[in-house]
């Protein structure tokens, strides 16, 4: 009983810790982000707290700390990657996204029969069993999942097909498919100069670059790029992340792949 409660102990002290360094260097270096939807499962699950690195492309317009910054364009860092999940400020309502970038400026992008095509090339997926999670309201908007297995009532098992997309880089990813959707097949979009094409990997359950502004994501400018997200640092099943008997004990520094 004992090692139990010194293990519950060290827990809360680390979120706590991690919750004062959030608060102290959110400006400079990195921005709390919590998981609020089901669109980048099973890569990203609802509940789940990380930190963006604010550093990894530079500063942009909306990022930025300091008193003078770019009206457009980055100031320092990398440049972004095919296959990094990253944080970013939707264009028309402000709020603040996480999805996996696809394409990049001067890429074609399309959906073929639930399949990614880029430049005109397959992405090739293998197939890798399935996601399974129960039929109930998860997080603090009490959303439900899509699942591949016709209606499934509470409490009951929703199914996903689960398959490992490699991109053209050699980024692989964990992508989900509920069945045929209406973003299944698109017509091809073109990546304008500055500008990137972000999906969900949860495929079926994502409102992304698929979908044009405002409703949708549509291409996103670079001066709206928060960051990119490394690690998961803990994760809540709960309502809320203060619920920590619903923490998930396999989540705690979790690589993002």
């Keep these: 009983m004992s090692e139990i409660k ?6 809360v002290k680390t979120v706590v ?3 004062l360094i959030a608060g102290v260097f959110r400006t400079l270096f990195f921005q709390p982000f919590w998981i609020p939807t089901g669109s980048m499962k099973d890569t990203l699950l609802i509940g789940d707290f990380l930190f963006v690195n604010k550093m990894a492309y530079g500063y942009s317009r909306y990022s930025c700390p300091f008193a003078v910054c770019p009206i457009s364009g980055r100031i320092l860092g990398d440049e972004p990657e095919r296959g990094d999940v990253i944080v970013f400020r939707h264009p028309s309502s402000g709020a603040d996204y996480v999805k996996r970038l696809i394409g990049l400026p001067g890429d074609t992008v399309q959906m073929k029969s639930g399949l990614l095509y880029l430049n005109g090339e397959e992405v090739p997926q293998v197939p890798a069993g399935t996601y399974e999670e129960l039929y109930q309201r998860q997080g603090s ?3 439900t999942p899509i699942c591949a297995n016709g209606a499934v009532g509470f ?3 929703c199914i996903k097909e689960r398959a490992i997309e490699t991109l053209p880089n050699g980024v692989a990813h964990s992508v989900l498919n509920a069945g045929n959707g209406g973003l299944d097949n698109t017509p091809v979009f073109t990546v304008p100069e500055g500008h990137y094409f972000f999906m ?3 495929r079926d359950n994502s409102t992304d670059s698929r979908v044009a502004q405002p409703v949708g994501v549509g291409f996103v400018s670079e001066q709206y790029l928060l960051g990119r997200v490394d690690r998961v640092m803990f994760s809540s099943a709960g309502k809320s992340l ?3 008997w619903t923490w998930r004990g396999d989540r705690f520094f979790k690589a993002v792949e």
Excluded at 6 to 11: A, K, P, Q, S, W
């Design 242 to 244: 203060l619920f920590f």
């Design 200 to 202: 969900g990997d949860n």
């Design 6 to 11: 010194d293990g519950l102990v060290e827990t």
């Design 141 to 143: 908007q009490g959303t």
């Design 155 to 157: 409490g009951g098992t």
């Design 17 to 19: 810790y991690a919750l």
